[in-house]
Nanobody, 121 residues
Framework: QVQLVESGGGLVQAGGSLRLSCAAS????????MGWYRQAPGKQREAVAT???????NYADSVKERFTISRDNAKRTVYLQMNSLKPEDTAVYYC???????????????WGQGTQVTVSS
């Protein structure tokens, strides 16, 4: 079955950097938009950055100029480069992708299991 597996989270000091990766695997016909979302304790999940299959990007205002989303379609992987991290960036980060299943030819959104990012002050 289709899966999204994230990696790259961890603990970093304020001002530091982290790079998240999310790889899609399984029977995949095509991948549409991909993105990163985050959820801090006691808060709703919010969109951080998205990227279309053609490479167009969109960012939350809070991360513009600090985060960069990119994707490698051949590797079915999306990345999130996070620079100048702040304590308020602390959250569980989730990968999301719109995928057409190669067996059922059905489209749906998939989510990764989440990876913790903690920024200390």
């Amino acid at each position: 079955q289709v899966q999204l597996v994230e990696s790259g989270g961890g603990l970093v000091q304020a001002g530091g950097s982290l790079r998240l990766s999310c790889a899609a695997s399984g029977s995949i016909l095509s991948i549409d938009a991909m993105g990163w979302y985050r959820q801090a304790p006691g808060k709703q999940r919010e969109a951080v950055a998205t990227i279309t299959s053609g490479g167009s990007t969109n960012y939350a205002d809070s991360v513009k100029e600090r985060f960069t989303i990119s994707r490698d379609n051949a590797k079915r992987t999306v990345y999130l480069q996070m620079n100048s991290l702040k304590p308020e960036d602390t959250a569980v980060y989730y990968c999301n992708a719109g995928i057409t299943d190669g067996r059922r030819f059905s489209f749906r959104e998939y989510w990764g299991q989440g990876t913790q990012v903690t920024v200390s002050s």
